[in-house]
């Protein structure tokens, strides 16, 4: 039985075994047999190659179709996720576009929003690139120009205007591009209907939404209007202060005219009464007091029209001195006491101890207080007057208080909110009854707000009324201070004292004699400028009354001349005047300044302060600066002082051995010796010790400086602050201490 053949070593095995039991075949077919063997084996090899083949290509089918689904499985998911991705991006891209379509329309709304904005805007509004072409513009500017809005835009200014006015646009545009600031500029532009229009044009830069420059942007505002008012307010302003020179003119030339013969009229009045009395005819005296009456109080009307207004013209000034509470209030208790006790009233002073000084205009203080209180006099019968004057701290500062309460008729709320307006009083019965202006509280409340005060006003309709004046205790204003002045009573006369009067008025001449004869001094007058100037210059007075509204030269001709001539500055010029105007006369070199009519009490008073002892007084002024040591020694010069001058501590010692001085005003900082050293050898020195000394410095002065100058000098001025009247306060104040006991 054959096996069957499972492999070709089986088969090969096979065949040997034949070959071995059949040894008798031949040769030939042995090796057929061997050849059919190995064919068979090939076959067989091949088979099962074959069938190898076949087993791994079917491994590899499986595998292929595992990666194959697998494929598919992938491709699907891909598939359902890239759908889902466009739908997703087209719902996103639909949203897009409504966004982009609402933003467009939003845009489209906007422009026209902002065109309609831009021409409801009256004035001309254009816009254009860095070309200089127009990107556009609002419908005035249009109308400016004389086309429509698309025939503008994309043209330049050399398509529009004439070449003079597209030039000064080209400039402009150009520089504005350079310098990046905005550009306004005036033009006159005309009209397509041929009118001639005054235009501002401003101008500035625009930049697109990455900030680079991206055009210009202009507006035209039309001015021709308001030039037009400009030019009609200024002529109304030039003929309104022409009228306001007309009425100062006129109020000047009205306050000569009325207060000349008032002059006379209470002058002789005066001197009818003391002469009445020394011709035993004091029958007569009562009606020439009533004379004199009516001559003051027709010159408080006068005053009182001509103070309110000098302050509604803004020409009344304010002259402030430092003077002391007490002696004002007893003066003015003094004065006030006749008309209080008229209509037998009492008047009870309240004062609150110490009151100290006040600085501020002593005449205007005195006038508001005899306003009030002849004001409570007037309105109160049979009654008590109360006059209370107090300190008091506000907002640290240092305050006084004037309070004049009167028992009277006092005043409904109405009534008060009516009070202060000029030429009213409470009302017409009032007027009837009590007589009056009612300009004293007008003129009252003007003159305390003019010193940074006020008047307040409290009353009870049938009881009575209280006027609170109140004013800092230190008035500060912009205007020369009037100097101090010794006070007289401290002053000996001396009977060959010479005074010259000038004056054009022969009543007022003979007036000023007799007056100033009587107080004892010896009295020369003159009917002219010229002649005054030439009896100054022959006679050389110890003082000088001055006229200022003379014919031909007149006072501040007159004043000019005797402070320009070495030979006269020196001698105190007293100006008498209808009209205030202090500040010229000071600013002149006047000594004094008084209102006609004149009060003799007075002109007492000021002829009391100048014209004392003939010892000379002299002042050493220690500057190193040459310009600094003219213009002082000029202003000291002309105050009435000699003045020696020293450009160092060292030539002022030299000078000191030579002449001792009455006071020395020095700088600090001087070449050689400077003013400490100065001041060390002065106190060191026993003859020089109690010469006051004064230092006028441009240098800081540190604390370390005034530990060094203390108790060594009078005062220290700042040469870059201080006023020149402040500086001869102090001269007069220092040289006071010395003169009087």
């Known amino acids: 039985m054959i096996m069957p053949i499972s492999t070709s070593e089986q088969l090969t095995t096979l065949v040997n075994h034949l070959l071995d039991k059949y040894k008798n075949i ?10 059919l063997c190995q064919s068979v084996c090939d076959v067989e090899q091949g088979k099962t190659d074959l069938e190898i083949s076949l087993e791994t290509m079917t491994e590899h089918a499986d595998t292929f179709e595992r990666q194959l689904v697998a494929a598919r499985d992938n491709l699907e998911a891909e598939v359902v996720v890239r759908t889902r991705e466009l739908a997703e991006k087209n719902e996103h891209l639909k949203k897009e576009i409504k966004e982009r379509q609402r933003i467009e329309e939003a845009q489209r709304n906007n422009l026209i929003f902002l065109q309609t904005l831009l021409d409801s805007i009256p004035s001309p509004i254009f816009f254009k690139n860095l070309a200089g072409q127009y990107l556009g513009c609002n419908s005035a ?10 025939d503008i835009v994309g043209r330049t200014v050399y398509d529009i205007f004439v070449k003079a006015r597209a030039d000064k646009d080209d400039e402009v545009d150009h520089l504005l591009l350079e310098t990046q600031v905005g550009q306004v500029y005036e033009i006159v532009a005309e009209l397509p209907d041929h009118t001639m229009h005054d235009y501002i044009i401003h101008k500035t830069r625009f930049c697109s939404a990455d900030g680079k420059p991206a055009g210009i942007v202009g507006i035209m505002v039309d001015i021709t209007e308001r030039k037009r008012s400009e030019a009609a307010l200024f002529k109304a302003k030039e003929e309104a202060e022409q009228a306001n020179r007309a009425k100062s003119a006129f109020l000047a030339n009205m306050s000569h005219e009325l207060r000349t013969p008032l002059n006379a009229i209470i002058g002789y009045s005066e001197i009818l009464q003391e002469d009445l009395v020394d011709m035993e005819g004091e029958a007569l005296i009562p009606d020439v007091k009533k004379i004199h009456a009516a001559g003051k109080h027709l010159l408080g009307l006068i005053n009182d029209v001509l103070d309110l207004s000098k302050i509604e013209a803004g020409k009344m000034d304010i002259f402030t001195e430092t003077f002391d509470l007490n002696g004002l209030i007893q003066e003015v208790v003094a004065t006030i006491s006749p008309l209080i006790q008229k209509k037998e009233n009492t008047l009870k002073v309240n004062t609150s101890n110490p009151l100290g000084n006040l600085h501020a205009d002593l005449t205007k203080v ?38 004049v309460t009167d028992q009277g008729i006092g005043m409904t709320p109405e009534q008060i909110d009516k009070l202060f307006q000029p030429f009213t009083q409470a009302d017409n019965s009032t007027t009837r009854k009590y007589g009056g202006t009612g300009l004293g509280l007008t003129i009252t409340k003007r003159f305390a707000e003019m010193m940074g005060g006020n008047v307040i006003v409290d009353s009870n309709y049938g009881k009575g009324s209280t006027f609170s004046i109140h004013l800092p205790a230190y008035v500060i204003t912009h205007v020369s201070e009037k100097l101090l002045g010794i006070n007289p009573k401290t002053i000996n006369k001396t009977g060959g004292n010479r005074v010259l009067v000038i004056d054009d008025d022969a009543v007022v001449r003979e007036l000023l004699q007799n007056y100033i ?22 006679s050389k007075p110890d003082a000088i009354t001055l006229d200022v509204m003379m014919p031909g030269m007149d006072g501040w001709m007159v004043l000019s001349a005797l402070k320009n001539d070495p030979a006269l500055t020196n001698i105190p010029v007293i100006v008498l005047s209808m009209v205030e105007e202090k500040s010229i006369g000071y600013s ?55 003045v020696e001058t020293a450009d160092n501590g060292k030539i002022a010692l030299e000078l000191l051995a030579i002449r ?10 001087m070449p050689e010796m400077d003013g400490f050293e100065l001041i060390k050898r002065i106190r060191e020195n026993v003859q020089w010790a109690d010469i006051p000394i004064i230092v006028l410095t441009a240098k800081d002065i540190t604390p370390e400086d005034r ?35």
């Open 517 to 538: 004869g009587k107080l004892g001094y010896q009295v020369t007058t003159a009917d002219s400028g010229d002649q005054g100037l030439k009896l100054a210059r022959e």
């Open 660 to 669: 001792k001085p009455n006071l020395i005003l020095s700088d600090l900082m």
């Open 366 to 403: 005195r006038q508001m207080l005899f306003n009030l209180l002849s004001n409570a006099a007037k309105f109160t019968e049979q009654g008590q007057i109360g006059l209370t004057v107090k300190r008091e701290s506000r907002d640290d500062l240092d305050w006084v208080v004037f309070s």
């Open 588 to 642: 002149l070199g006047a000594t004094e300044y008084i209102t006609k009519p004149i009060d003799r009490d007075q002109l007492g008073q000021v002829l009391g302060k100048y014209l004392k002892d003939q010892r000379q007084q002299w002042l050493l002024l220690v500057e190193d600066d040459k310009v600094t040591q003219d213009m002082i020694s000029s202003q000291l010069r002309k105050a009435g002082w000699q």
């Open 141 to 150: 500017f249009a109308e400016t120009v004389g086309l429509p809005e698309e």
């Open 26 to 35: 031949e040769a030939d077919d042995q090796q057929a047999l061997r050849l």
């Open 707 to 741: 530990q060094q100058l203390n108790n060594r000098v009078e005062k220290i001025f700042q040469k870059s602050s201080y006023q020149r009247e402040d500086l001869l306060n102090e001269l007069r104040f220092c040289l006071m201490k010395i003169t009087t006991p």
